[in-house]
């Protein structure tokens, strides 16, 4: 996995909720747990903008309700800041669904996403309708 060339405040942890920003048939994801390492002993292990969770969909089509399902996040409204300097935020915190390969299960994406999502994952791009 490539790393991302912004400062990413890791701010979304269990618990929290995510719009579902793909035509993939969910709408609300609730995050379970993230993917990997970064937590700390006694801590809840956070999440940021380009990783990849563990969710469980808790509005959407029957298939997917109630089911875990793998999420990339590709937007979060703590600011994030890029190698330039400049901040960048979102209006909400939205993820889409993927599989495990890391291939999206929708066809295209709503809403912008971010550039570090683009860097990481390029397949992604291909679906993208606005990229920021």
Do not use: W
């Amino acid at each position: 996995m490539r790393g991302i060339s912004s400062r990413i405040t890791r701010t979304l942890i269990p618990m929290s909720t995510l719009a579902c920003a793909d035509n993939s048939g969910a709408m609300i994801f609730k995050i379970i747990n993230k993917i990997g390492k970064g937590h700390r002993h006694g801590r809840l292990a956070a999440a940021g903008l380009g990783d990849i969770v563990i969710a469980s969909v808790i509005k959407g089509t029957p298939t997917y309700l109630k089911k875990p399902v793998r999420v990339i996040i590709i937007r979060q409204r703590a600011p994030i800041r890029r190698g330039s300097g400049m901040r960048v935020r979102f209006e909400d915190n939205a993820g889409i669904m993927v599989g495990d390969d890391n291939l999206p299960i929708g066809t295209e994406i709503k809403g912008a996403m971010a550039r570090e999502i683009v860097e990481r994952y390029a397949k992604i791009a291909g679906i993208a309708s606005r990229i920021v």
